[in-house]
């Protein structure tokens, strides 16, 4: 099996003002222990490093310097996330991003009135652990409703970006046949049957400032699929989400997650799954909308330089306007 190197990139994009944002971007396509590799993650990250940077700073191809990149396992993940709001005060903005596998495991601790927790893969997820009576090595949407808290405790902003199956209230479809599912089955995790409920649960709104974006219901799956004549994997919705954050500068999260499930239908998807977004910030503009580089297309004199994943294709006949 080839190896990818799937990153976990820890980065800061200043935004032209004295407040920071900081971003935890994680893609897990490579899974030690589970049989559940993913095409798309990798080139999830990528694409969303590149747009968050075409909205914060002046255009840029590569990942700025002073980024740190490791492998995305558990600790890795939380340390990271933690880091970030540790580091940033009053007014800073932590984004998260993750991309991977999402699943579902007995509520722990009985916030979710009975149902299910949504659980996200990290690259060392072992699977179901009798012992300690949860999937090993997963991440709990408790755990993210704390860094949640954390942040709200420090006055920072949090946008977290869920591309996973069942990623609604955690805190891919293709238009061929080479979709693939962001999904761990509870057989795939090893869950006993009398661990495994059809009841979804809602958890508890936290407070503070934040946004989540969610790819999918807490009930259903996300989708990833290869795009272009390059056959590049890439999660619906972060596909769809970076194109509209490209093109649009000024726009707010609600209105951005609108925009890039109409993009998804348009793509006429196998399978039916519905993004969302909730918190305080959904009205808020998307960060960056001032970005000096950020440009709807790139164009080099005759050669235009973005625009494949947005459905420009060879041939595509493009005007230019001086204005929106």
Known sequence: MMTRLIPLLL??????TQAETR????????YLYLDADLQGPV????LMADTLMR?????????????????????????????????????????????????????????????????FLPRDTRGWNGGMGAVENAILDD??????????????????????CHSGTGFRAGPDGDAAARYIT?????????????????????????VFLYAAQSDQRAFEYPV???RLWHGDFTRALTSVMQEVPDITYTALV?????????????????????????????????????????????????GLLGGVTKGSIVALYAGQ
Not at 11 to 16: F, Q, R, V, Y
Not at 23 to 30: C, I, R, S, T, Y
């Open 11 to 16: 980065a800061l994009w200043p935004l032209g």
């Open 23 to 30: 971003a935890v971007l994680v893609g897990v396509g490579d």
């Open 43 to 46: 080139n999830d990250v990528g």
């Open 55 to 119: 909205r914060g700073v002046a255009a840029a191809a590569r990942v700025p310097e002073g980024a740190v990149r490791g492998l995305p396992d558990r600790v890795a993940i939380l340390d990271a996330l933690g880091g970030a709001i540790s580091a940033s005060g009053p007014g800073d903005t932590v984004v998260f991003y993750f991309s991977g596998h999402g699943a579902q495991a007995p509520d722990l601790n009985g916030d979710e009135g009975g149902g299910m927790d949504e659980i």
């Open 143 to 164: 755990e993210f409703g704390t860094f949640t808290e954390q942040a709200a405790a420090r006055g920072v902003q949090l946008v977290a970006i869920l591309d996973a």
């Open 186 to 210: 509870p057989a795939q995790l090893g869950l006993p049957d009398d661990q495994v409920s059809d009841a979804v649960g809602q958890g508890q709104a936290p407070a503070g400032d934040y």
């Open 228 to 230: 272009g004549d390059a």
């Open 258 to 306: 609108q925009a890039a499930a109409a993009r998804m239908r348009t793509a006429g998807g196998q399978a039916a799954q519905t993004p969302d977004v909730e918190g305080p910030l959904a009205g808020a503009p998307v960060i960056g909308g001032d970005a000096p580089g950020l440009l709807r297309m790139q164009v080099d004199g005759q050669t235009l330089r973005a």
